[in-house]
């Protein structure tokens, strides 16, 4: 079952760092062990974006994961007036955060609210087969379990040692001057910031989509968030007892 093989896979032995440097993988944990289930589609998806002068960073993008969203799980459209509700929404803020929520019979609802402060993420690995898949779901109980368990921000793990993403953003590692994102094949967000970036990389940068393990994230010169709501941002293991200093190589906003 689900739970002795994550088991068996929670036993590999992790590389040592790039360049000779003592840093380790740490052993995950098995996500589905502390009773939370896997997020009830019934409950909706949702879409954060970011608000800067009263417009929507990547709208268009964002509305086209909404739209595929509601088409696959729940058989319906967007309303046709949704982007101009947006875009009202937006307008009278600042810098904001703004979430957009469709459920399986409702929505979609739209809150803006002011962008909170954020210190670097603690990462902690979790086994979870699968992943959460390629939809942003509204139930977020798992996740919260977790990272209460976990003290630090889930970082999901398939079955065979492969990152999929952190509880809230895509993951990246910085090799020399090449950042790689695990790859689109259903088991993780398609993140609108992870896809400019894996068009438009920061200068004296290349991006690309390749498989990563526990061990090559513990290896790699940097390991990196990216998210709407921040851009690509600095995160470090949660036993890792540096604060994590990498440079913000491309905000959320160019």
Do not use: C
Not at 143 to 154: C, I, K, T, W
Not at 191 to 197: H, I, S, Y
């Amino acid at each position: 079952d689900e739970a002795a093989a994550a088991a068996r896979g929670g036993d590999r032995e992790a590389a040592p760092a790039r360049g000779g440097g003592a840093n380790r993988a740490a052993t995950p944990v098995f996500a589905l062990a502390g009773g939370a289930s896997r997020p009830d589609p019934a409950l909706g998806i949702f879409s954060t974006m970011l608000v800067v002068g009263g417009a929507v960073v990547d709208l268009p993008a964002h509305l086209e994961r909404l739209r595929r969203s509601v088409g696959e799980l729940y058989g319906r459209d967007l309303p046709p007036e949704t982007e101009q509700r947006v875009i009202a929404a937006a307008r009278p803020h600042g810098r904001s955060r703004l979430r957009v929520v469709v459920a399986a019979q409702a929505g979609p609802e739209i809150e803006a609210h002011p962008l909170p402060d954020a210190q670097p993420p603690r990462l902690a690995p979790a086994l979870l087969p699968g992943g959460l898949g390629d939809h942003k779901w509204v139930d977020r109980r798992l996740l919260d379990e977790l990272a209460h368990r976990l003290a630090a921000v889930p970082l999901l793990v398939d079955l065979n040692g492969e990152v999929l993403e952190a509880a809230h953003a895509n993951v990246w590692i910085r090799e020399g001057t090449t950042l790689v994102t695990p790859p689109l094949d259903g088991r993780l967000l398609p993140g609108t910031v992870r896809a400019r970036l894996l068009a438009q990389p920061p200068h004296g940068h290349t991006a690309r989509e390749e498989p990563v393990t526990l061990e090559r994230a513990a290896a790699a010169d940097a390991l990196l968030l990216s998210s709407a709501l921040r851009g690509l941002h600095p995160a470090a293991p949660a036993g890792d007892r540096a604060t994590p200093t990498a440079p913000v190589l491309v905000p959320a906003v160019r």
